[in-house]
């Protein structure tokens, strides 16, 4: 940022930058993008003495600043963290590149050969929170599907994510890419973010990463398309013909294996014939996994230690040991329940009746739906993807994990020998 | 609409019932919906009395205010255009449907079988302008992709498209599906457009058809995804080895065949190599067909009917028979002219270089790039997806030509024998 610049001043060139840089990245070849995402990860650990001195500047405002220690743990920057966002970079570098490829090369009846060539997306604008490690996957993501981005993370990790940026960008230039592939917003306040969402003449895309509040800002004020991550409540439906073993399993995977994740299981639905056999042996494994139970009252009578749930419970993202657990009269009650309280992000039913485990994944409206299997599933490497820039609640252009694909378009190519419009 | 209903309580009425129908739209089987498509033709046809009294308000309307003849033409229903409705609903009742199927199923190390489900996105809202026409065409592409629709059409045709729907409507509800899944807001304000842009708790997708003002107003207001088809300044690039009779049939059936139409010709880029040798037999071909032609002083000089071109003319989409037309030095400075001044739209290149050709398609940045074919082939029905409810000319979600699998989204679908997340 020059000395006298304002906001506006400074978004305008930053985005202007990176529209420009878009161009070139977006024609390089797989092998020129590997080896600038080679000199990125490098760049992190040659740089790793510099990283931790601006990190501990985040660390000490964040100490004045009565951060918890959770966030400060977030945002701390060790060696061994360091190691992992070079790494991280690395992976991304193996995956394979999604630009370039024709889907889909059919003759029209006049001769034409069409297809869908995919390509980059443009410039992606990202606005996240706390983990300076997400500057450098977001970026390794962006550079790799040939968009540049523009990163504007959370005024805590200020120092590190300018320090992280500028060994991203200095790598990227010493390999031949433009540096403002990788572009930070170096103010933290609202108004340059206000002024980005206005640049819809040089970002193709916004990824808020945050709390609701964050992303229903940015939705309401963006001209530019925004891909939206709300809440994850997950729901397991318990049906009656259940495996209750297996239920029992999945459901305590789901809830406790790492309960502060947007994957996790947030309710428990239960048919009411498996109920009184399902639920002691449910409620006993979660307990053991610390697990507190917030039932109806036929959860409550059946299990003892289960506390009553207050309304607010049901659609509620505990992000904790925490269950909300319902003893529902039939699967049409329980698809009511996710359809009222749900957040369209992932559902799971566990049953041994093939035809109502289709009937699920048909009506359930999530962006993931699983048949006998934990929720914790929804996730980029999970599903295969091979790494994820976040998780879509939202139906336009991608929902679910959305990984390198999903940073990309097709355009339409035709290869004709003169043919003309009849 | 109820007496003294407000504009905020029909909208929030009208889209809270679109909502409610979108569900059971959904998980409507092929042949329910087909059903209901053949049943929304045979209304068109029996309700033609109707239909051409409810629009001969509208065109009282349109001559007192003094509409164009060509405006009210577009607007006029006949017996003919009635049941060319009728034909264009048949047409895409006979399309596969694109929902329920599952693509990319794949087994994981951990055995879960992960696939994408393709499943409509939900509510769409359309914006649109005068032709009463586009009231059926989109009704049938959003009930086919099992979407329900919002309708909001112009003031000038307002009769006919409240006509139109209410048809559309009973036949649904004969055919057992909900009536409010197509849903038409009988106002013409702006308010209820604001009003409808706020509720993205019921509507998936907006899209605007109409002038570049309505469009950009609709983005600028909208929290619900917008798709946008902005203007179309295509081009064609005559590249120096370039077959020229080829080159000419190819061009004036592009600028010449039907010139009022976004996908039609507006800037030819010739190489100064070709230009003295294929200038010359394109102006004439050209002017055969009343072309005007505005020239860069060199084109002038080759073509003394071209007139000179002002600096206004690079980027006009003139939809008429207007053809600007530059010599440029070298195929670096046509792709930087499209750059300049396309719009993301359609461009081609003519050129029997299989190198120059494979460069153009890479780096030119069109919703649809063709080599040696005419831009006029920019079209869903050309390009082979059956049918169109616009062309895109943003890249999330679609790029190019929107059809029935436009209209979808993909959820991903698990099928587990107990996978829990270690």
Same mark, same amino acid.
């Given at each position: ?54 990190? $501990?500047?985040?660390?000490? /405002? ?44 059919? +003759? ?31 970026? /390794? ?49 609202? $108004? ?23 992303? *229903? ?40 294996? *790492?309960?502060?994740?947007?994957? /996790? ?60 657990? +319902? ?31 289709? +009937? ?16 914790? %599933? ?26 390198? /694909? ?8 035709? %290869?004709?020998?003169?043919?003309? *419009?009849?």
């Amino acid at each position: 940022m020059t000395p006298n610049e304002t906001t506006a001043a400074m978004v305008e060139r930053i985005c202007h930058g990176a529209k420009a840089a878009a161009g070139p990245l977006s024609h390089a070849g797989t092998a020129s993008k590997n080896a600038a995402l080679q000199a990125m990860a490098r760049g992190l650990r040659a740089g790793a003495e510099f990283l931790k001195k601006e990190n $501990a500047k985040d660390m000490e /405002a964040g100490t004045s600043s009565g951060l918890s220690a959770a966030m400060l743990d977030r945002l701390l920057l060790t060696d061994t963290r360091i190691g992992q966002m070079a790494e991280g970079i690395e992976e991304v570098s193996a995956l394979p590149d999604p630009v370039g490829g024709i889907e889909r090369m059919e +003759r029209r009846p006049n001769g034409l050969l069409v297809g869908r060539m995919r390509i980059p997306l443009g410039v992606i604008a990202i606005i996240y929170e706390s983990r300076p490690n997400v500057t450098a996957d977001a970026a /390794a993501l962006c550079v790799k599907s040939g968009n540049a981005v523009i990163l504007r993370g959370g005024s805590e990790a200020i120092h590190s994510n300018v320090a992280v940026a500028g060994v991203l960008r200095e790598a990227l230039t010493t390999a031949g890419l433009p540096g403002n592939a990788v572009s930070l917003i170096p103010k933290t306040d609202r $108004a340059a973010i206000d002024e980005m969402l206005t640049k819809e003449e040089y970002i193709d895309l916004v990824i808020p990463r945050g709390g609701e509040g964050l992303i *229903r800002s940015v939705v309401e004020k963006s001209r530019i398309p925004v891909i939206k991550h709300y809440k994850g409540v997950c729901h397991a439906y318990v049906d009656e013909n259940a495996d209750i073993p297996l239920a029992v399993r999945v459901c305590v995977n789901a809830k406790a294996q *790492r309960p502060g994740v947007c994957n /996790a299981l947030e309710t428990m639905l239960v048919h009411q014939a498996i109920a009184p056999t399902f639920l002691p042996k449910a409620a006993e494994a979660l307990v053991n996994e610390g697990v507190e139970l917030r039932g109806c009252p036929e959860t409550v009578r059946l299990v003892p230690k289960a506390v009553p749930a207050a309304d607010a419970d049901w659609g509620t993202e505990f992000l904790d040991r925490i269950l909300a657990v +319902r003893v529902v009269p039939s699967m049409d009650a329980a698809l009511e329940h996710i359809r009222k309280h749900g957040s369209l992000h992932t559902e799971a039913i566990l049953t041994r009746d093939h035809g109502r485990a289709m +009937r699920f994944l048909r009506e359930v409206d999530s962006s993931l739906v699983l048949v006998n299997a934990s929720t914790r %599933f929804n996730d980029g490497h999970q599903l295969g993807l091979g790494a994820e820039i976040g998780i879509s609640t939202s139906k336009i252009h991608a929902f679910g994990p959305m990984g390198l /694909a999903e940073l990309t378009t097709t355009k339409f190519v035709a %290869f004709g020998d003169g043919q003309v *419009r009849q």
